[in-house]
C-alpha cells in the first residue's frame, strides 16, 4: 500500500511539473512611477501573473515619480542582464530623456498605461494604454445625462501631465463644450491620493456649499473614495451624485447603492496582461501594433456584474 502511495505521490509531482509555466531563462525588469496607488497594485499583478505565465522572471520597482529615478533604475537593470523593459511613465513631458536611453539599449521595451510626450511618440514599439480620451467623454455623457446639459460640477483629477489626466480632462471638455455645464473650480490634482481628494472635496463643500454643486467628478477610483468620505462626513452621501472612471470596489459598492451614477471601466489586471504579452511578442521577435488600447467602455448598474473589481 505504501508503494502505491509513493507511486502515486511520484506521478502527482511529475504532473503538477508538467503543467508549470517553464522559465525560459529570460528577466522582465518594469518601473511603475505611481507603484503605489490603487489602480497599479492590480495591475502590477496582472503583468507579474501573466509574465510569469509566460515563463519569465520579473522585477517590479517604484519609480517613486521621478524620471530620473526611473532612468537610473533602468540602466541598473540594463548593467544587471534583463532581458525586457516596461516603462509606467509619471507624466508626458518628462519622458523623452528615458525614451531615448531606452532606445539606445536595443533591449524590446514597451510603455503602459501613461502615453510619452507627443513629440517622441513615434519611437516607441508598443504603448499598452486605454483610449483616455473615450474615458473622458464617458465620464462627459454620464453627467450630461443626469444634469441634462446644464448644472455645476467640481472635478478632481489626477497627477498634473500625466497623459491620463489630460487626455480625460480632453475628453470631459469635449462633452461639456455642447452643453451649459460649468466647472466651478480651477485645476485640483489630488496625485491618485485619496486622502488628498478627500481634502479637496471638504475645501469643494466649504466654498461653494451642497445647495451650488449639482454634481462631483472623479477621474479614478481612489480619488471617488477621498471624495465620497467627505461627502459622507457632510451627510450628503446618495444626494450628491458622482461620477467616477475604474474598477475600484468602492466603486462597484457605489453604484449599486446609488451614490455612484456609473464607471468608465479601465481594468488594471487586463492591461497589466496585455503590457506583459505585448513585451513577450517583441521579445520573441513578433509584429505588435504601436497602440494595444486596453479594453473598456461605459458601466452603469445593469452592467455591474459583466466586469472585475479589486
Not at 505611481?34 to 520579473?58: D, F, M, R
Not at 481628494?197 to 445647495?211: A, P, R
Not at 504601436?290 to 452592467?303: E, F, I, N, Q, S
Request: proline share 4%; hydrophobic share 40%; glycine share 10%.
Amino acid at each position: 500500500m505504501k508503494r502505491v502511495l509513493l507511486v502515486l505521490l511520484v506521478v502527482a509531482l511529475v504532473v503538477g511539473t508538467a503543467v508549470a509555466a517553464p522559465k525560459n531563462g529570460k528577466k522582465i525588469f518594469m518601473s511603475n512611477a505611481y507603484y503605489t496607488a490603487p489602480y497599479c497594485g492590480p495591475l502590477n499583478k496582472g503583468v507579474q501573473l501573466k509574465a510569469e505565465e509566460l515563463g519569465y522572471t520579473i522585477q517590479i520597482v517604484d519609480g517613486e515619480g521621478s524620471a530620473d529615478k526611473q532612468l537610473a533604475q533602468f540602466k541598473a537593470a540594463v548593467a544587471e542582464g534583463y532581458n525586457g523593459l516596461i516603462y509606467f511613465p509619471a507624466d508626458q513631458a518628462s519622458t523623452p530623456p528615458v525614451i531615448e536611453y531606452l532606445n539606445s539599449t536595443k533591449l524590446p521595451y514597451i510603455v503602459l498605461n501613461t502615453r510619452v510626450d507627443p513629440s517622441i511618440e513615434s519611437k516607441v514599439p508598443c504603448t499598452v494604454a486605454s483610449d483616455e480620451v473615450e474615458i473622458g467623454r464617458n465620464i462627459g455623457r454620464m453627467a450630461a445625462t443626469y444634469l441634462k446639459n446644464k448644472g455645476q460640477i467640481v472635478y478632481i483629477e489626477g497627477a498634473a501631465g500625466a497623459s491620463f489626466t489630460v487626455n480625460v480632462t480632453k475628453g470631459i471638455d469635449e462633452i461639456f463644450a455642447k452643453t451649459s455645464i460649468k466647472i466651478l473650480n480651477t485645476h485640483q490634482y489630488s496625485d491618485w491620493d485619496p486622502g488628498k481628494s478627500m481634502k479637496i472635496m471638504e475645501d469643494f463643500l466649504t466654498k461653494y456649499g451642497k445647495d451650488k454643486i449639482n454634481l462631483v467628478v472623479c477621474q479614478d477610483g481612489g480619488m471617488f473614495q477621498g471624495a465620497l468620505s467627505a461627502i459622507d462626513a457632510a451627510g450628503l452621501k446618495g444626494t450628491l451624485k458622482c461620477v467616477a472612471s475604474g474598477n475600484d470596489l468602492i466603486i462597484k459598492e457605489s453604484i449599486l447603492d446609488g451614490s455612484l451614477l456609473g464607471t468608465s471601466i479601465q481594468d488594471p489586471y487586463i492591461e497589466g496582461a496585455l503590457g506583459a504579452t505585448s513585451l513577450d511578442k517583441l521579445m520573441r521577435g513578433q509584429k505588435v501594433d504601436k497602440w494595444v488600447v486596453t479594453p473598456g467602455g461605459l458601466c452603469l448598474k445593469a452592467d455591474v456584474g459583466k466586469h472585475n473589481w479589486f
